[in-house]
């Protein structure tokens, strides 16, 4: 059991559809270690993970402190003295423990993730496809923890600003209970670095021509809508400037996969012998579709014409 957990016994090409199945659930075993491994460390010190993530909001309290406070606005006075956090069950603080063992959790075991579904996928590939999954594994891996990073370092302080400002313009005082801080940051960072993948699913869907370049270019308006919509829900207060700079990153990354997909989709048809350009397909079956009556017309005539009857001179017409 150990060795199969560390190692393979046999080559992937040369197992059985049952052997796939014991290799998938040794791919996830793995997984879920690294993760427990991280959840596990984060637990020992437990004393460290929280004053980590509780750097979002000293940033936002005291914005000069932040490595990009220039991106940061005014601060409250209210939320410049803010105490520390506070938590009032036991439950509560129980959930604060888990939220900074699930945050080190995902960021130890994202890599390992990625490189598990590598190797579960790469037997399918060819030599050269096999070459152009390394780049894309470390293409995810980057882009996961850019949109962690981003949520962490601007995203939230930006939002805490924001919330602070309509609640000091209501007169109301903000008491942040610990739990919902810290879950607050965990999901914010992690919704951001997933969302941040979507460039990537993108050029899945074109290499595997599922869908098109000129066709996800051509219905822009509708990915920008769709973009502002998840960058709302996303940022739980979508002020102006959060989902205008976050809408317009993930936009420029939807231009990106498009160009970068049609050089794929288009070197891909040509080593294979088909038209550099999908959309010729097209062309082909009109061409095709406008033969084919043609063709058959003759046919569909002859059958249609009855025998004459004895005595009908019709015909001689």
């Not at 060795?3 to 559809?17: H, K, Y």
């Not at 980590?52 to 991106?71: D, H, R």
């Not at 700079?245 to 996969?257: M, P």
């Not at 095709?288 to 017309?297: L, M, V």
Request: proline residues 6%; charged residues 20%; aromatic residues 12%.
């Amino acid at each position: 059991m150990l060795s199969s957990l560390i190692r393979r016994n046999r080559p992937r090409s040369e197992m059985s559809f049952l052997e796939h199945i014991e290799d998938l659930r040794v791919s996830l075993i793995r997984v879920t270690a690294v993760f427990a491994v991280g959840m596990i460390a984060a637990l020992f010190f437990y004393e460290k993970v929280p004053s980590i993530l509780s750097l979002p909001l000293q940033w936002a309290k005291q914005p000069e402190t932040s490595p990009i406070g220039f991106l940061l606005g005014e601060t409250e006075p209210a939320l410049r003295t803010l105490g520390d956090l506070k938590e009032f069950t036991f439950m509560g603080v129980w959930s604060v423990l888990m939220y900074a063992a699930f945050a080190a959790g995902i960021a130890l075991a994202s890599p390992v993730f990625i490189y598990e579904v590598a190797r579960f996928v790469g037997p399918a590939l060819t030599t050269r496809e096999k070459r152009g999954l390394i780049p894309f594994c470390v293409a995810a891996l980057v882009l996961f923890l850019a949109g962690a990073a981003l949520a962490f370092l601007w995203l939230t302080p930006m939002s805490i600003q924001v919330w602070h400002h309509f609640a000091a313009g209501m007169g109301i005082e903000v008491t942040w209970q610990a739990s919902d801080y810290f879950g607050f940051v965990t999901m914010m960072s992690l919704l951001t670095g997933l969302t941040f993948q979507f460039p990537l699913a993108l050029i899945i869907l074109m290499w595997i021509e599922i869908v098109r370049p000129r066709t996800l270019l051509k219905h822009w308006r509708g990915m920008l809508f769709g973009i502002l919509c998840v960058v709302a829900l996303i940022t739980p207060i979508g002020d102006p400037i959060s989902l205008g700079i976050l809408t317009s990153v993930l936009f420029g990354f939807y231009l990106s996969a498009v160009s970068i997909g049609s050089v794929i989709v288009r070197r891909k048809r040509v080593a294979r012998g088909d038209s550099p350009y999908p959309e010729d397909d097209d062309d082909y079956d009109l061409d095709d579709e406008d033969e084919a009556p043609k063709a058959t017309k003759p046919q569909a005539n002859a059958a249609e014409q009855k025998p004459p009857r004895d005595g009908d001179i019709s015909s001689l017409d």
